[in-house]
């Protein structure tokens, strides 16, 4: 498994806005972090959620691209996800193992 994690892959210089929605295009899975906060706040996380959200329409009903997880009691803001099974990480160990099993499939 190799995340891939903007702060540690985006180098200096080189366009966030072009390289996030094809690193999104091409991975395997998109780990989606629920919290009050980022349901609330504004900007591209919104804008990177939506692009995930279009991809999803391009694979097979049953297969798992995105993967949301839960850090808080929020529920998931945007309609579509609420029919996918979150993971809940505020039981850390459980939320991880159920993550690593989609993962490792």
């Known amino acids: 498994i190799t995340p891939w ?12 806005r072009i390289a996030i929605p094809r690193v999104i295009r091409e991975c395997r899975f998109v780990l989606l972090l629920i919290s009050s906060h980022s349901v609330s706040k504004k900007g591209y996380i919104q804008k990177e959620q939506r692009m995930a959200l279009d991809l999803l329409d391009e694979f097979p009903s049953d297969d798992i691209f995105i993967i949301p997880a839960r850090l808080d009691n929020t529920e998931p803001s945007h309609e579509r996800l609420k029919n996918i099974h979150w993971a809940d990480l505020s039981d850390y160990d459980l939320g991880l193992k159920q993550i690593l099993r989609v993962l490792e499939s």
């Open 5 to 16: 994690l903007d702060r540690e892959e985006l180098l200096p210089g080189q366009n966030w």
